[in-house]
């Protein structure tokens, strides 16, 4: 009984690991082509925005194995997905402080202009 309940709880984390990826996707490909008015292309940010697209592809695919991994039972996959979803993450960890800090100084150079 327990076993199917730590299986359920792999298959839901699994599952929202995949659907944190598509909106990954969704908004860092939309910012990407400029189709709202980010501005992302004119602050030079398009490689980092290809980066985030990557590491949404990778984070993906990590959850869809870990939901096979747990639907089969196979453990050193289950452990294999969870250990690509932590790198994932402490990836999205350094770019959004990256992304911080550069925006934290583009908007203290901006202020040192106007004022």
């Known amino acids: ?8 709880f792999s298959i839901a984390f699994s599952v929202l690991y995949v659907m944190l990826a598509v909106a990954d996707l969704a908004v860092t490909i939309s910012w990407y082509v400029d189709g709202v008015d980010t501005g ?3 602050m030079d940010y398009q490689g980092v925005l290809a980066l985030l697209i990557s590491l949404g592809v990778i984070l993906g695919a990590a959850g869809m194995m870990g939901c ?7 453990l050193w996959a289950a452990i294999l997905s969870t250990l690509v979803v932590f790198l994932t993450a402490c990836c999205f960890g350094v770019i959004a402080g990256y992304l911080g800090t ?3 100084h583009n908007r203290i150079i901006v202020c040192r202009c106007l004022g």
């Open 102 to 104: 550069q925006l934290v």
């Open 40 to 42: 992302a292309s004119k």
């Open 68 to 74: 096979i991994a747990s639907l089969k039972e196979a």
């Open 1 to 8: 009984m327990v076993v199917h309940k730590i299986k359920g």
